[in-house]
């Protein structure tokens, strides 16, 4: 300062530089307190359970809690407790990893004034497992989950959200589940050990219900899943049950899983338990529709060209393409072999053959055909003469 005041009476070059350089160092309010740089907890905990296992998803804090971005993550501590509430994490059942660092905008992005769009928070995932004496028969037993991410120095501002888990026990899937092909579809089948006898009590007007039942899944080639149907849980002894909604000529697996159903008065919560090993099943089709029943024969002629009309009963298979006529004629006691004579599938269940010829006796057969060309045994044969 004495250098600046005597530069008033003889200024030098030197002088005004530090003068100036002085003068650009004066602030113009209070200094601001450093960032403590504390993640803001996270509000959208969601928590879903298979078996014995709990898969917990969270958002990665973008802000601080003073609303600065946030530039270092620590590890995540996941917290649990028999208890409806949690206020402080306590001894952690898990720790999360940080996420990884995300690179800053280069240094000649950040020189050309360029803005880089704010990345959306990235998805964190945890899977926790229950241990056994955390389980109970009790349908309105709840476990309560929340977690709390620290910063680089392992200081957290508090917990998360909170979510709430069943805690009910989950029975076990079926051990001897198989399948068979058929023409009406995938027949499974499975031995049930019935219900527990510790489920057996009624549940109270103040206690939610409790229902068991077996969900069957059919996972196609592309690995998607489709519920193909569910059979209640009751006593034990073996069960079947038919899915008849796959498509034919494509490869599938099944698997069976107990699933238990928690009803209150203003929700349903459903928790399933473990799958069965899969069971792999390729849907080709050789079976052939159902045979032709109720075929008839009757002339019809007089005074024109003579022919026989065929009716027969329809075949009901959904698959159903149509049908072949099989005609052989009889010569004195011996019938001729049934030869096709449609060059087309009959598509209803009527024909009329007008290549007869007077004074002779025809013996006729229908099969049925499916889409996939598999065709029936033919139905029983009728005659009819031709004056």
């Known amino acids: 300062m004495k250098a600046c005041l005597g530069s008033l009476v003889a200024p030098t070059a030197a002088t005004a530089a530090l003068c100036i350089f002085l003068a650009s160092c004066a602030q113009t309010g209070p200094p601001l307190p450093p960032s403590l740089e504390l993640p803001k907890p996270p509000g959208d905990l969601h928590a879903s359970r298979k078996g014995n296992h709990v898969t917990l998803s969270w958002s990665e804090p973008a802000q601080t809690t003073d609303r600065q971005s946030v530039r270092y993550l620590g590890p995540t501590l996941i917290c649990r407790s028999p208890e409806t509430e949690i206020t402080t994490c306590g001894n952690p059942v898990g720790t999360a990893p940080p996420p990884p660092v995300v690179p800053q905008k280069s240094a000649s992005r950040r020189a050309t004034g360029q803005r880089s769009a704010s990345p959306r928070p990235a998805p964190q995932i945890f899977t926790d497992t229950l241990p056994a004496t955390m389980l109970k028969p009790d349908p309105g037993a709840e476990v309560t989950y929340a977690v709390e991410v620290l910063n680089r120095y392992a200081r957290g501002a508090g917990l998360s959200d909170r979510v709430h888990v069943p805690a009910i026990i989950t029975l076990p899937p079926p051990s001897d589940l198989s399948a068979e092909l058929t023409g009406d579809g995938v027949i499974l089948s499975w031995t049930s050990a019935g ?23 059919r996972r196609d080639e592309s690995g998607k899943d489709a519920i193909a149907g569910e059979v209640p849980v009751s006593g034990s002894g073996p069960i079947h049950f038919a899915d008849a909604g796959f498509e034919w000529e494509k490869a599938y697996s099944y698997r ?25 099943v390729v849907a080709h089709d050789i079976f052939p529709p159902d045979v032709p029943i109720g075929l008839q024969a009757a002339y019809s002629g007089e005074g024109q060209k003579p022919f026989i009309d065929l009716i027969w009963a329809p075949v009901t298979n959904a698959d159903l393409a149509g049908y072949n006529i099989y005609r052989g004629e009889t010569n004195g006691a011996v019938v001729g072999k049934l030869i096709k004579i449609n060059s087309d599938l009959v598509k209803s269940p009527a024909y009329r053959d007008s ?3 007077s004074g002779k006796m025809y013996t006729y057969s229908v099969s ?9 045994a033919r139905s029983e044969e009728t005659s009819e003469p031709v004056p």
Do not use: H, M
Not at 256 to 280: A, F, H, K, L, W
């Open 256 to 280: 069976v899983t107990v699933v238990g159903i928690i009803q209150r008065p203003d929700n349903e919560t459903q928790v399933e338990g473990d799958d069965s090993p899969p069971i792999p």
């Open 368 to 376: 049925a055909v499916d889409v996939r060309g598999n065709e029936s």
């Open 355 to 357: 290549e007869v010829k």
């Open 195 to 217: 219900e527990p006898a510790v489920f057996s009590s009624q549940p109270t007007s103040n206690s939610p219900g409790l229902q068991f039942r077996y969900r069957i899944y």
